[in-house]
């Protein structure tokens, strides 16, 4: 059995494969290889690379291995008419995720932008203004996996967590739920809006210059979900006219934003460029998926992590 | 009755104490103020002002609330002969310090310094070889009521947490307790070695030269205690060689730093003008223990909070 690999993995982890699997094929091509895709029964991809032609080239493909969260590029139609499993990762960026936004919070409650200016100053100074997470209330827009993990790690921190989502319904780790409807009505007393809101039609534009009218002067934004939640040049003039604290912004309208872009310049602002998810645990944690359906695969059992719907499409 | 404050509130807080205790003549001199002095039942001090000099002029004085934790400049014995009543408020810095400690790890593992430096740059990069905090082993010397806090948000992020004392006897939120004598075992296990220690005869030098050779090359130390835990030159050294990954230092030998001082300029250093306990919370939180205690003192309630054993000085 054909096990094609689409993208680089290290050495070691290669390695580890292969004695945990000695009677299969692995090609770690690091790309799609043509050759190869002809015979692989098995592919693991960041599924960007996979188009209807190349389905098609794969004539004994009976599985996609996703190792992404997004399924937006592949090309669900064919898969489905094939009736080829298509697994992916969902869930693994959840801890590097809430560990950012934690980050984030966190530098900006004790002052880490102001010490590591002074520090580069060469300047011994206590005028920092550090206040405290505990105790602030705080809005998650998009409590699923991801946004539950984050209200957990906020509710340690002694934080008040407002889940809101489309219907209001429970949600773990809230201490509050709303519907998008509700939101106006709780902005104002929000010290913490964070979206990881997906981009559908019902959350683009989602946030407009009103939200924005309506939180604490000292609020901070954090969209960690999808750069069309809101209008750039509405938190633009959310941000100059000084409506909110702060925003942290980890995606964009365009990215990767422009070397000249508004958003690097401004003292208010905290460009991410995109990178909350990443970490050196992306990848074993992707193959720790992949190891533990390839062996349900092998003993023909069809219980596997993370299948995707075809029809759906998550 | 006249109460002495001899620092500076806000007027909001002046105002608050007012009403809720009429009868009582606040004197908010903001110093040592030696007419009011004389007159004082009670003072609330930083606990800097006071010498054997002012106790003795102090003819009315039954209570000294100081606003702090340290007492090392409190004329103790003087106290103790005239019987006066100290407290003080053991336990207000848990939370920002805390939260500092882990502002500075999730800053780091999430590559917050890299994040700010291409923004400065106008650069979009993702080259930052983040990690996570889930996963990794702490060892926190002095797990007393901020260490333990400490390790409670390490253990809510996934953390395995060693604490380290004297006696090596279980403390909260610890999940493996070791003595100061088998430091030096556990060490090579550690991601993150922080220290919360007070400067005794014991603490002093504690770490050695020898205990950074354990630690493991990309470990972070936190000396959020006190300077004199080790040596200053055996951590540059240390740093030098890059025998640890980073240090985030709040405290040291001689503070301020000189802006000449090499640290400043190391770039697997944070330097922490010693503000991690500092918070905008800090007032309020201390005039909520003083409030407390007033009102058990006017009611003659002898329990209140935070007393001191002047024999012991804690």
């Not at 080239?57 to 969260?69: F, P």
């Not at 938190?235 to 942290?248: E, F, M, S, T, W």
């Amino acid at each position: 059995m054909v096990v094609l690999f689409t993208f680089k993995i290290k050495e070691e982890h290669e390695r580890q494969l292969r004695e945990e699997f000695p009677d299969i094929a692995f090609r770690f091509a690091g790309k799609l290889d043509v050759d190869v895709l002809t015979e692989a029964e098995i592919i693991v991809t960041y599924g960007e690379d996979l188009s209807e032609n190349e389905i098609e080239q794969a004539k004994n493909l009976k599985w996609v291995m996703v190792a992404s969260a997004g399924l937006e590029k592949m090309p669900l139609r064919k898969l489905e008419e094939r009736k080829i499993l298509v697994t992916n990762v969902r869930g693994i960026h959840k801890t590097p995720m809430a560990e950012s936004v934690l980050a984030h919070i966190l530098s900006l409650k004790r002052s880490l932008p102001k010490i590591y200016e002074f520090q580069r100053e060469g300047e011994w100074s206590k005028k920092l203004g550090s206040s405290e997470l505990k105790g602030s209330t705080a809005i998650i827009l998009g409590p699923g996996a991801i946004g539950s993990e984050i209200g957990r790690l906020l509710q340690a921190f002694g934080v008040f967590t407002i889940g809101c989502n489309r219907s209001g319904r429970l949600s773990e780790h809230m201490n509050e739920m709303i519907s998008f409807e509700k939101l106006i009505t709780r902005l104002p007393d929000a010290d913490i809006i964070i979206s990881v809101l997906p981009s559908t039609p019902e959350t683009k534009g989602l946030l407009t210059a009103v939200h924005f009218d309506d939180m604490k002067d000292d609020a901070i934004f954090m969209n960690f979900g999808r750069g069309d939640l809101v209008d750039e040049q509405v938190l633009i003039d959310a941000l100059d006219q000084q409506k909110i604290g702060h925003a942290v912004l980890d995606v964009f309208e365009k990215e990767p934003l422009t070397s000249d872009h508004p958003f690097y310049r401004m003292a208010n602002v905290t460009v991410s460029p995109h990178v909350s998810s990443h970490s050196s645990e992306y990848i074993p944690r992707s193959l720790q998926v992949f190891t533990y359906n390839l062996r349900k695969w092998l003993n023909g059992e069809e219980d596997v992590q993370n299948k995707i719907d075809l029809k759906r499409g998550y």
